[in-house]
């Protein structure tokens, strides 16, 4: 089993649209929780850590889940320029070792 | 520098060569990390510096892939004996180490083994 799981997508979504995407972990241990985004061909940028009691920035809300070990990114009133790739990260305690998901491709449609 | 360096930004090079990818983290970032991302696939985990010392050279996938940072500052990912399977882009990314710290990614060096 992959340490980090994501559905590759793509999500086709039209403009204003409300998006979701799970991403699942399978140590225990797992310690801090990011979501990056990576647009085509660039290099992957923080969007937003996740923290335990969830958090929110503008359309975008991060959510924990640690029972069964999830991280949920939801978009609201989605934007053309949402269109990327959403990446999920999760660090184990100690070690600082970051793994990434392989990735959910958003597209979203006008 | 303002952000993560790496260079070259594309390399072609011949099946059998040896290759040498450089990256040069933000300063006083601790915590270095190479990445490997083929096209359309997620980013795979290859090393990570804490300092100098490498804790975790578990996703080196093979004995022809090594790598040194010195100084706590410039890494080298070194490429031995080069395969077609080894194309992709490799990414240098930096953290200040700590817990909750975003990384910050380098824009990668492209790799074409022909």
């Known amino acids: 089993r992959k340490e980090v799981e994501q559905d590759p997508g793509p999500f086709n979504v039209p403009e204003g649209a409300t998006v979701a995407f799970n991403c699942t972990y399978s140590n225990s241990a797992s310690q801090s929780f990011f979501w990056y985004r990576q647009d085509c061909r660039k290099e992957p940028k923080l969007l937003m850590s996740?923290?335990?009691s969830g958090n929110e920035d503008g359309r975008f809300t991060a959510q924990l889940n640690r029972a069964s070990q999830y991280i949920s990114l939801l978009i609201r009133d989605s934007k053309l320029s949402d269109s990327a790739t959403y990446l999920c990260v999760v660090s184990t305690s100690g070690t600082y070792k970051y793994i990434f998901g392989t990735g959910t491709r958003l597209k979203v449609l006008a | 520098g303002a952000g993560v360096s790496q260079s070259p930004s594309n390399k072609v090079t011949e099946k059998g060569k040896d290759v040498e990818l450089r990256c040069d983290p933000i300063s006083g970032h601790t915590a270095l990390y190479w990445y490997r991302q083929s096209l359309g696939q997620g980013l795979e985990f290859l090393i990570y510096?804490?300092?100098?010392?490498?804790?975790?050279k578990s996703g080196l996938p093979s004995d022809r892939f090594s790598a040194e940072r010195t100084g706590g500052s410039v890494s080298t990912l070194t490429i031995q004996r080069t395969q077609q399977e080894d194309s992709a882009v490799y990414l240098c990314a930096s953290t200040g180490g700590g817990m909750n710290t975003e990384a910050f990614f380098g824009q990668g060096t492209r790799l074409t083994v022909v």
């Open positions: 996740v923290y335990s």
């Open positions: 510096f804490q300092g100098n010392s490498a804790p975790d």
